[in-house]
């Protein structure tokens, strides 16, 4: 319990030094996005079934990575999706 605690606010802190605003994608753009990287996937498994991120960024301890795609954005803690999120249309 008191590691999750500590991760969730690790990501929190993470999240706000970045000084990004970020929208959780609900079930409808999740559907108009197409197949999202799922929780639980490896860095590796993202990789080879989307590609290369157009840019990464890593902050904390542990590690929180964030991986850029066109369409959405790939959160990883330790190495497995912790979440994706759909880009917002202007």
Known sequence: MKS????SLTLFLS????????????????????DLPRHGLTE???RNQYGEPKA???????????????RFTVYFDRRQVLHSVVHQKP
């Open 44 to 46: 590796q498994q993202v």
């Open 15 to 34: 999240l706000s030094c970045w000084g990004e605003t970020v929208n959780i994608a609900d079930q409808k753009q999740q559907t108009e996005a197409g």
């Open 56 to 70: 990464t960024h890593s902050v904390g301890q542990p590690v929180i990575t964030r991986w850029d795609y066109d």
């Open 4 to 7: 999750l605690v500590i991760t």
